[in-house]
């Protein structure tokens, strides 16, 4: 994209020969110029700049003052003030008011290109982290969360309700559910998106390094501490920390992560002195901790503590209506990755993928997904490229279902023989007791 910086001084001829020397170093710059504030606060609205150059005295204000609507204008453009009496003053009002730099005129003009170079630098490692912040926002957004279900849009409106706040969550589920999705969500949609998320499964570490993790040590607090090390919650300092499966956390560390809640404090491994941090925790797990802590296996003042606000992330098997949309998601993630054209989904593969169990939920889904692609045959994702055992899986009793209606019975139990005989139509026919050209009829009428 073309730089671009306005040039804002009643000085006509001063202002021309500015722009001049400036033309004179850029390749690629486009230079607007303006006499007077009314007349630059009109080209800001017009365009977005830069860099903006203004004289401090102009005809109708102050530039020190005009500052400020320049930031307000724009956020990210630079502003270099000059003028021919300086004041420091006006240069530290300047500075306080967002100004880039202020400069005297009847100064040697060579100085204003380095500092215009690192002006335009500032601008655009701005605009690269601005750019970097929406797509993290964008990417942990409850609107990345996939799916239309009832449960689901349940476990969204609660999360969305407590991301404001300040407020512990706890998240239950099984394993797979999309926990860390919903945590990140969370922290993207509350007043701390701006600091750290700092995520840690509990259950891949021993109690010693999990310490050391959580809250950090001290050189030469044990063998192989060899300097000081910031913990995950002084990382978080500020921002969230995901205590993931916080029910496989060992006894002596719950109490430890209770103080954290009680109080902001802890401390580091090896040290006698507290550290004071502001965290927001949100913990996960797949376990029943309230009954846990009734059997004595998980603190219960820790477990009151972590669930001031419970959010359950319904199983996938709980929203087969959300799979088809799952599946279309995970097919485009995959194809992407594997620089393949994005392929069509046949019915039979979305109708055994609904019909599955789906034991490792999301996770589990996003894995077939991908081993179908390699294992496609043409453009088309089959039944054939599913594993076997989804393949031949019965599918789920119609009893199950709360339609009564002929047509639904008549669908469900034609599709139970299709899948029984791995969508064999002649095998299909014949335990069905009908004609081939009658089953391929009601394929068509069933769309099946």
Known sequence: MQDRMLIIDDENKLRQLLARI???EWEDLEIRQAADLKTGLQQLKQREFDVVISDVKLPDGNGVDFVLEIKKQQPLAEVILMTAYGQISDGVQAIKNGAFDYMTKGDDNNKIIPLLYKAFEKVKMAKRIAKLEAQVGKKYSFDQIIGQSKELKNAINLAERVAPTDSTVLLLGETGTGKEVFAQAIHYASKRSAKSFVAINCSAFSKDLLESELF???AGSFTGAMKDKAGLFEEANLGTIFLDEIGEM?????????RVLETGEFIKVGESKPTKVNVRVIAATNRNL??????????ADLFYRLSVFNIHLPALKDRPSDIPMLIEFFVGI???????????????YIDAMKNHHWRGNIRELKNVVERSLILMDGDTLTLNSLPYDIQVEKPKSHSSSSSFALYDVEKEHI????????HNKAEAARLLGIGIATLYRKIEEYKL
């Open 22 to 24: 400036i033309e004179l």
């Open 415 to 422: 599709q139970r023989v299709l899948h029984h005989t791995q």
């Open 290 to 299: 309230e009954k846990e802590a009734e059997d004595g296996l998980f603190r």
């Open 216 to 218: 950090g040590h001290i």
């Open 334 to 348: 995959c194809a992407s990755k594997m620089n393949m054209k994005i392929p069509q989904v046949d019915n039979a």
């Open 250 to 258: 060992p006894l002596e560390l719950q109490a430890k992560i209770l």
